[in-house]
């Protein structure tokens, strides 16, 4: 099963207001991040959050990450038309021996900005 | 900036054919990863590898199978493609072995359909 659920799935808004994501995940994390992809594209790495950390600021986009709660949100403020796409979260387990950062994503929220 | 490059955008294969699906990255990244994404089901990671002929299964390995003779260049094979692996297929690679605190970079994916 996925580790970290996106919610909404989907997410309307005009352009201006800010959009919030939230991301729930069932087991610990060693951090959490967050993913970006314009349709049919790859996705791009947006923030990273550890999980000693509990709030981070890149820009227009703020997260934070609940570890009692095994969630965390995304906020996009004064969101353009350009926002628009889909969001993932992410997150790495710990892990020993191997040296290798295993992702798992959730199954994203769709957001779209309008102008 | 890092650059993954998938060879194909789009390939349209037959049922029982041999297929090979190329990524190459050109930041001297260790790991390289191989997801495939699917309406409802999210990114889920097919294998993985850590170093030059290193590969560890992911949670859907069946079907596939993954070569890494150079570092920069990272193999997907269907050794007899079916319709059921008709998707999009993501590469991605991440620097820093031994943390887990790597973002992954991604191609831009390549649209599989096998008819």
């Known amino acids: 099963s996925q580790q970290g659920e996106e919610d909404p799935q989907a997410l309307s808004i005009q352009e201006g207001e800010n959009a919030t994501m939230n991301c729930s995940y069932k087991t610990s994390i060693n951090n959490l991040q967050w993913y970006r992809q314009n349709s049919g594209r790859g996705l791009v790495h947006l923030i990273l959050i550890r999980s000693n950390e509990r709030e981070k600021h890149s820009g227009r986009l703020r997260v934070t990450l609940d570890t009692s709660k095994k969630s965390s949100s995304l906020l996009i403020t004064a969101s353009r038309a350009a926002d628009t796409a889909s969001y993932f979260c992410?997150?790495?387990?710990?892990?020993?021996?191997?040296?290798?950062?295993?992702?798992?994503f959730g199954q994203g929220t769709i957001l779209t900005v309008h102008p | 900036d890092v650059k993954v490059t998938q060879s194909s955008r789009y390939l349209v294969k037959r049922t029982g054919e041999k297929v090979f699906l190329e990524c190459v990255q050109d930041?001297?990244?260790?790991?390289m990863f191989w997801y495939r994404q699917d309406p409802g089901l999210g990114l889920r990671l097919i294998y993985f590898s850590y170093d030059v002929k290193m590969k560890e299964k992911g949670d859907i390995p069946e079907g596939y199978s993954v070569s890494r003779e150079k570092k920069e260049r990272f193999s997907l094979i269907l050794e007899s493609a079916s319709t059921n692996q008709t998707s999009m297929y993501l590469c991605a690679s991440s620097f820093l072995p031994g943390t887990y605190n790597s973002p992954l970079h991604f191609g831009n994916g390549t649209r599989l359909t096998v008819t």
């Open positions: 930041m001297d990244h260790e790991n």
């Open positions: 992410a997150t790495v387990r710990p892990a020993g021996g191997t040296s290798y950062g295993k992702l798992t």
